[in-house]
């Protein structure tokens, strides 16, 4: 959480990703983005998909903007990140002094780029659909997430070294995490203690999307239990989105699910999810490790 100068509130910044595409990320960051304004919290929508961008179109834009672009929603901007090569936490320290709240729509997939800039976010919320496909490339995700942060605490070299462990599909990467700890402490001590410290010393919040009966409702818990077993990660279940056939109506008209159909029950989903979010936030007030110009 970042405390502008000159201000008393902070800037929180969530983020939004899904390592695979059709999982909602843009739906659910425009909504939620939308709904938190409406409270009275200015807020600022960033697409952080280089190369595909479309959240300016869930807002009714023709186009990406590279300025922070004013919607039709009070207290609602949007901004593209599409343009010229600024890194990412470099435009959100620029633009960040006019925001109560960051919200980012990021690419889907597995780049390495986007999971830095993911794990730094106040909360960074993953996003699945009930589909075991997109639900096994979370877990691929999650993967590849700690090989990022490894990378980081013990460089390429040492990386190299012992990449072929977390890789190895037979293991899962909370045992292999602790196999290559105790072989980097052999050797340095001091980084076998920031393996240990720092590999899964983030919290994730998991979101499932299109959620269409009581099994798909299930799914959630059940996914983060797996993830805080397995893959290290202490992970709080948001909760889900129930599937509305207007949501496909929505979209192809370039109008904001939430404004359009405010007496649904996909609509009371986003508000408390939304609920939920800003209680964290509260909580987590100061005591945020989000760094925009580092990487933890």
Same mark, same amino acid.
């Given at each position: 959480?970042?405390?502008?100068?000159?201000?008393?509130?902070?800037?929180?910044?969530?983020?939004?990703?899904?390592?695979?595409?059709?999982?909602?990320?843009?739906?659910?960051?425009?909504?939620?983005?939308?709904?938190?304004?409406?409270?009275?919290?200015?807020?600022?929508?960033?697409?952080?998909?280089?190369?595909?961008?479309?959240?300016?179109?869930?807002? =009714? +834009? $023709?186009?990406?903007?590279?300025?922070?672009?004013?919607?039709?929603?009070?207290?609602? *901007?949007? #901004? /593209?990140?599409?343009?010229?090569?600024?890194?990412?936490?470099?435009?959100?320290?620029?633009?960040?002094?006019?925001?109560?709240?960051?919200?980012?729509?990021?690419?889907?997939?597995?780049?390495?780029?986007?999971?830095?800039?993911?794990?730094?976010?106040?909360?960074?919320?993953?996003?699945?659909?009930?589909?075991?496909?997109?639900?096994?490339?979370?877990?691929?995700?999650?993967?590849?997430?700690?090989?990022?942060?490894?990378?980081?605490?013990? =460089? +390429? $070299?040492?990386?190299?070294?012992?990449?072929?462990?977390?890789?190895?599909?037979?293991? *899962?990467? #909370? /045992?292999?995490?602790?196999?290559?700890?105790?072989?980097?402490?052999?050797?340095?001590?001091?980084?076998?203690?920031?393996?240990?410290?720092?590999?899964?010393?983030?919290?994730?919040?998991?979101?499932?999307?299109?959620?269409?009966?009581?099994?798909?409702?299930?799914?959630?818990?059940?996914?983060?239990?797996?993830?805080?077993?397995?893959?290290?990660?202490?992970?709080?279940?948001?909760?889900?989105?129930?599937?509305?056939?207007?949501?496909?109506?929505?979209?192809?008209?370039?109008?904001?699910?939430?404004?359009?159909?405010?007496?649904?029950?996909?609509?009371?989903?986003?508000?408390?999810?939304?609920?939920?979010?800003?209680?964290?936030?509260?909580?987590?007030?100061?005591?945020?490790?989000?760094?925009?110009?580092?990487?933890?």
């Amino acid at each position: 959480m970042f405390k502008s100068p000159g201000r008393k509130r902070n800037t929180v910044i969530w983020a939004f990703a899904g390592p695979k595409g059709g999982v909602g990320k843009t739906f659910l960051t425009a909504g939620l983005s939308a709904l938190l304004s409406s409270k009275g919290r200015h807020t600022l929508a960033c697409d952080a998909d280089v190369l595909t961008p479309n959240l300016h179109s869930a807002f =009714g +834009e $023709e186009s990406p903007q590279k300025s922070p672009c004013k919607t039709s929603v009070r207290k609602l *901007s949007f #901004v /593209s990140f599409c343009f010229g090569r600024e890194p990412l936490h470099k435009l959100l320290q620029r633009e960040k002094p006019e925001y109560d709240f960051i919200t980012l729509d990021f690419a889907p997939g597995l780049l390495e780029k986007n999971m830095e800039d993911f794990i730094r976010a106040d909360q960074p919320v993953l996003i699945t659909t009930p589909e075991p496909a997109s639900i096994e490339l979370v877990y691929r995700f999650l993967r590849e997430l700690t090989a990022v942060k490894l990378r980081r605490i013990i =460089g +390429e $070299e040492k990386f190299m070294e012992v990449s072929s462990i977390l890789y190895d599909m037979e293991i *899962s990467p #909370v /045992s292999a995490i602790k196999s290559i700890r105790e072989k980097i402490a052999a050797e340095d001590p001091d980084a076998g203690a920031r393996i240990e410290q720092e590999t899964f010393d983030k919290d994730i919040k998991l979101l499932v999307n299109q959620v269409k009966d009581h099994n798909d409702q299930a799914l959630g818990p059940s996914i983060c239990e797996v993830i805080s077993k397995f893959y290290g990660f202490h992970t709080e279940y948001l909760g889900y989105i129930s599937s509305d056939e207007r949501v496909a109506n929505s979209t192809r008209n370039n109008r904001l699910f939430v404004n359009e159909y405010p007496d649904t029950e996909t609509t009371a989903c986003f508000s408390l999810i939304l609920d939920k979010l800003l209680r964290n936030s509260d909580s987590s007030a100061g005591v945020s490790k989000f760094r925009l110009m580092g990487f933890r």
